[in-house]
Every structure is written in C-alpha cells, then in structure tokens.
C-alpha cells in the first residue's frame, strides 16, 4: 500500500552479487549434465529445452536480464516461460528440481539478505505499512523479512530478480495466502508500481455513534476512500486498519482542541530546536509527516492521510 523507490546504485550491486552466483550454479549444472542427488547417488538430467535457455541466458546479456528485469517486465517473462518451458510449471518435473537447485539453492539463499534490507532501507513493509521488515529468528538474531511477490516456488527463475524481492513484514510474508493465489491474481500490484495516491484512509462515525473523547474509539469506523482492491482483498488490509481506530480518535481529539495551532506556536518559539516546517508537522501528528519517510515508521500512511483530513498538517 505504499510504494518502493527504485534505487539502481542499489540493483546494480545486486546484480554484481547475483550473476557470479547464478552463472556459477548454471554452469556447474551445464558441465554435470544435470544435478546429482545423493540418495540415491544418480544424475536427474535436464530436458533440451532446459538446457538451451540455460545455455542462453548463461550469455551476458540474457542473464542481467533475469536478474534486473524492470517490474512492469516480470509478468512477461512469466509469460514467456510458460510458453518455452511449461514443465518448470509442473513441480514434479525434472527441469524443476533443476531450476530450483540453480536459482533458489545455489543463488538465492547465498545472498545476503540483511544486508539487502537494509541497502534499500525500507523500514516497515509496503505491503500493509503496519509492520517492521526485521524479525528475530529461532537464535534471536535479526531476521530480514523478504517476500517473492511473484512466489519462488511458483516461478524459480524469478527467485533472484531484484525487483521480486520485496521486504517485508512477518505476517504479509508469513501467512501463506500468496504461495497458495493464482500467480495470475488479477489486478494485484507490486509495491514498485504503485504510487502514494493509489490507497487513501478516512474515517467516519458509525451511525447513531456521538463521539466525545479518547475512550469513543469504537465509534469510529475507518475504511479506504481510495484502494487498489486486490491488494486490499489479499492482505485483508480494511480489516486490519479497522482495529486501529484508537490511533484516529487521537488525531480527532487533536484537531478539536486545535492541539495544532498552539503547539505549532510553541515549537517555533523554542528556538534551541530550530525545528523545520516538517519537524514540527511531525511532533504534531506524532509520526512521519512527508510521503517520501511514509517506509519510516508503521501506520505513518493513515497518520498522513486522516491528519490532512483533519487540517493537522
């Protein structure tokens, strides 16, 4: 619901990683005719129409292209593939395992992915905006959260494209709901082609509900005014925002004591701070107040929006 910045500095590195990976495990796998498997020791070749993409795209340009592939081009891969190789479709197929050893094994789980987090420094996830991309694992240790949008286990050969690696929080990218939906999933889109505009909170008083102070929260109900619905429908995004409205009557009781207008004035007065326009609109809404730091801090998206309805900022 909030989109991603294209960084290329940030891709361009990645790809620099990547290709040595991937190019490594293509022609080990090229060399062996296949992969072998230990138990039982024997050799699962590859069919020939495996082994002539593997061949092609183990070429310079063929292979930037898998890796950094624009967004808006991802699906035309897909696309492709099922039409050239539709036995990586069948997950019991040979060219599958095969794929799959290659381009998530021996590629994808090489790949530094704390470090890729944090490079393009995304804070919380873009798919919901109410959660942080880091989690602790089973040692206690940060644990980068990172989504396929287009799921690996579906499309191997889209498991390093920089821009099928979205990161994100532990309940988008842990549920499930992704890996068992029609990778077709109709009208869906990726947080690289959605813009800030795309989704819009407001709220509205339940009938027959007064509002009179803090403790009213439930009277308040808040919905999209402006949503990309699949997205919306997938990752139950109205449900979940609904359980919020505590934050919302907070900004309400703001705006009616015009908490605004005097703490402004305190704030400039205050001139050991030296707080900018945007600094100040901060402290007011109590979280980031500028569409480019929406990725800073959960929830800053339906601060923003139900702020500007109110007139905080």
Do not use: W
């Amino acid at each position: 619901m909030i989109p991603i910045t294209r960084n290329e500095v940030h891709r361009d590195l990645f790809y620099a990683e990547v290709s040595t990976l991937l190019k490594s495990a293509i022609q080990k796998v090229l060399d062996d005719g296949g992969i072998l498997k230990n138990s039982p020791r024997r050799l699962i070749p590859f069919s020939n129409q495996l082994e002539d993409y593997l061949t092609q795209i183990n070429d310079y340009a063929e292979i930037k292209n898998i890796i950094i592939a624009n967004p808006e081009d991802l699906q035309y891969q897909i696309n492709a593939h099922f039409i050239s190789l539709p036995q990586l479709f069948n997950r019991r197929s040979n060219d599958y395992e095969i794929a799959y050893k290659i381009f998530i094994k021996q590629s994808y789980e090489k790949i530094d992915k704390l470090n890729f987090v944090n490079e393009i420094g995304l804070s919380t996830c873009p798919y919901c905006n109410r959660n942080y991309t880091f989690s602790l694992d089973r040692n206690k240790k940060i644990k980068p959260e990172i989504d396929h949008f287009y799921p690996k286990s579906i499309h191997p050969l889209l498991a390093v494209s920089y821009f099928n690696l979205i990161p994100s929080c532990q309940t988008c990218n842990g549920v499930g709901v992704k890996g068992n939906t029609s990778p077709y999933f109709v009208g869906l889109k990726s947080p690289y082609l959605i813009s800030n505009s795309d989704f819009k909170f407001s709220y509205r008083f339940k009938p027959n509900e007064v509002f009179k102070s803090l403790y009213d929260n439930d009277s308040i109900d808040v919905f999209f005014e402006k949503k990309i619905q699949p997205n919306s429908d997938l990752f139950r995004l109205e449900d979940l925002y609904k359980k919020h409205n505590d934050h919302v009557a907070e900004l309400i009781v703001k705006s009616r004591v015009k908490y605004s207008k005097k703490y402004r004035e305190y704030l400039k007065s205050y001139k050991e701070l030296k707080l900018t326009d945007d600094e100040i609109n901060r402290m007011i809404l109590g979280n980031y107040s500028n569409k480019k730091d929406l990725h800073k801090r959960p929830l800053a998206k339906i601060y923003q929006d139900i702020g500007e309805e109110l007139g905080l900022i």
